[in-house]
């Protein structure tokens, strides 16, 4: 079983920066692609970026340029570090890890209980 938890979220008005973080449990051996993923109020949930072991990223349209997906294997932990918030960036997100390359989409097996983000204008 692969938990995940998330932390960094926080309030933070337009223009600013946050770095969430997801660490994972130890039991990881086959967990090659892992996501970050973010539901507001009312919508569904989408994918923001993922990254597979061996490096390679994928971004939501919305985000590109602004956020970066990261892993540390030493340390378990997945990261994703946000510049330019926007209001529109607001939302719970959660990361999410799997054997299977979903990418963006929300078909992750395991997820964790999310960390909220708001960006106030």
């Given at each position: 079983?692969?938990?995940l938890v998330e932390s960094g979220g926080g309030s933070v008005q337009s223009g600013g920066s946050l770095r969430l973080s997801c660490a994972a449990s130890i039991y990881t051996y086959g967990i090659d692609y892992m996501g970050w993923f973010r539901q507001a109020p009312g919508k569904e949930r989408e994918?923001?970026?993922a990254i597979e072991s061996n490096?390679?990223?994928k971004y939501?349209?919305?985000v590109k340029g602004r956020f970066t997906i990261s892993q540390d294997k030493t340390k378990n932990t997945l990261y994703l570090q946000m510049n330019s918030l926007k209001p529109e960036d607001t939302a719970m997100y959660y990361c999410a890890a799997d054997r299977i390359g979903w990418l963006l989409l929300p078909r992750y097996t395991y997820w964790g209980q999310g960390t909220q983000v708001t960006v106030s204008s």
């Open positions: 079983q692969v938990q994918g923001v970026a490096g390679n990223t939501a349209d919305s």
